[in-house]
C-alpha cells in the first residue's frame, strides 16, 4: 500500500514539474501553445493548458521553449553602442554591412558580451561553440573573437543565399539546415520570422538615420529584402 501510495507521489511531480514554470509548445505550422505541462504518452504529446488538455502527435512539435525566450530585452540606445571600432574592422574584413552586423548584435545578444541563450550560443554574435571553432575562435567571449567569427559567417551566409537577406538572417538564426527543409524559404517558425522582422528593422532604421560614411563599409553587394524565391516567406516582413 505504502509503495503504490508513493508511485502516486512520483507521478504526479513528473506530471507537475513542466507546469511550475510556462512553457510554449512550437509546431511545424508555425503555432506556439502556451501549457503549463507536458508529457509524451506513446507518439503524441499530452498538454496541460488553462482550460483542459490536448494531445499532439509527436511528429507536429519542432521545439519546446521557455516562456521567457519571447520577453525582450530593453534596446541599447544608438549613441551608447558598444563595440563600434571592432564592427567596422569585421566589416572591411568581410565586406559585409557594420549597419546589419550592428542589428544582429543588438538582436543577438543586445551587446552583452557574456550573454548565453538556451541552446548554448554564447557571446555578442551568439556563436554555437561547434562554429566558433570551426571559425577559429579561441575565447568565443572575446568581443573582436566574436565579432570577427560571427561577421564571417555572415559574409558566408550572404554568398550562399546569393545576399538574400531574409534567408540569411532565418539560417543563422534556426541553421541552414532548416532553410534547405523548407525548400529554400524562410522556416516557419514564429522565432526565425520574429527575429528576421526585428533585425531588417533596426537595419532600416540605421539606414535612415545616416550616420557619418566614415562609420559605413559597403557590402559586395547590398542585402535585399527577398529575391523571387522567397516571395510567400518574406511577404511577412
Given at each position: 500500500?505504502r509503495l503504490?501510495?508513493?508511485a502516486?507521489?512520483v507521478?504526479?511531480?513528473?506530471?507537475?514539474?513542466?507546469?511550475?514554470?510556462?512553457e510554449y509548445i512550437v509546431l511545424r505550422?508555425?503555432?506556439?501553445?502556451a501549457?503549463t505541462?507536458y508529457q509524451?504518452v506513446?507518439?503524441?504529446?499530452?498538454?496541460?493548458m488553462?482550460?483542459?488538455?490536448?494531445?499532439?502527435?509527436?511528429?507536429q512539435?519542432?521545439?519546446?521553449e521557455?516562456e521567457?525566450?519571447?520577453?525582450?530585452?530593453p534596446p541599447?540606445?544608438?549613441s551608447?553602442?558598444?563595440f563600434?571600432?571592432l564592427?567596422?574592422?569585421?566589416?572591411?574584413?568581410?565586406?559585409?554591412?557594420?549597419?546589419?552586423?550592428?542589428?544582429?548584435i543588438?538582436?543577438e545578444?543586445?551587446?552583452?558580451?557574456?550573454?548565453?541563450?538556451?541552446?548554448d550560443?554564447?557571446?555578442?554574435?551568439?556563436l554555437?561553440?561547434?562554429?566558433?571553432m570551426?571559425?577559429?575562435?579561441k575565447?568565443?567571449?572575446?568581443p573582436?573573437?566574436?565579432i570577427d567569427?560571427?561577421t564571417?559567417?555572415?559574409?558566408?551566409?550572404?554568398?550562399?543565399?546569393?545576399?538574400d537577406?531574409?534567408?540569411?538572417?532565418?539560417?543563422?538564426?534556426?541553421?541552414?539546415?532548416r532553410v534547405?527543409?523548407?525548400?529554400?524559404?524562410?522556416?516557419?517558425?514564429?522565432?526565425?520570422?520574429?527575429?528576421?522582422r526585428?533585425?531588417?528593422h533596426?537595419?532600416?532604421?540605421r539606414k535612415?538615420?545616416g550616420?557619418?560614411?566614415?562609420?559605413?563599409?559597403?557590402?559586395r553587394?547590398?542585402?535585399v529584402a527577398?529575391?523571387?524565391?522567397?516571395?510567400?516567406?518574406?511577404?511577412q516582413?
Open positions: 500500500m503504490k501510495h508513493l502516486l507521489i507521478f504526479f511531480l513528473t506530471w507537475a514539474a513542466p507546469s511550475l514554470r510556462a505550422s508555425g503555432q506556439r501553445l501549457v505541462g509524451i506513446g507518439d503524441k504529446y499530452r498538454l496541460q488553462k482550460g483542459g488538455t490536448a494531445e499532439i502527435p509527436v511528429e512539435v519542432v521545439a519546446i521557455p521567457e525566450i519571447f520577453v525582450s530585452v541599447v540606445e544608438v551608447q553602442e558598444p563600434g571600432d564592427i567596422r574592422a569585421a566589416a572591411k574584413r568581410y565586406s559585409v554591412d557594420a549597419d546589419l552586423i550592428t542589428s544582429v543588438a538582436a545578444s543586445n551587446f552583452d558580451p557574456r550573454a548565453i541563450s538556451r541552446r550560443a554564447r557571446g555578442l554574435m551568439q554555437l561553440p561547434a562554429t566558433a570551426r571559425l577559429g575562435v575565447n568565443i567571449f572575446d573582436q573573437e566574436n567569427a560571427g564571417h559567417y555572415l559574409s558566408e551566409l550572404l554568398q550562399l543565399y546569393k545576399n537577406l531574409a534567408l540569411t538572417l532565418a539560417a543563422y538564426n534556426a541553421g541552414p539546415e534547405q527543409q523548407y525548400g529554400q524559404r524562410v522556416p516557419p517558425f514564429a522565432e526565425t520570422i520574429s527575429y528576421i526585428q533585425v531588417q533596426t537595419y532600416q532604421q535612415s538615420s550616420p557619418p560614411v566614415a562609420d559605413k563599409t559597403p557590402p553587394a547590398p542585402p527577398a529575391t523571387s524565391n522567397t516571395t510567400k516567406p518574406a511577404a516582413f
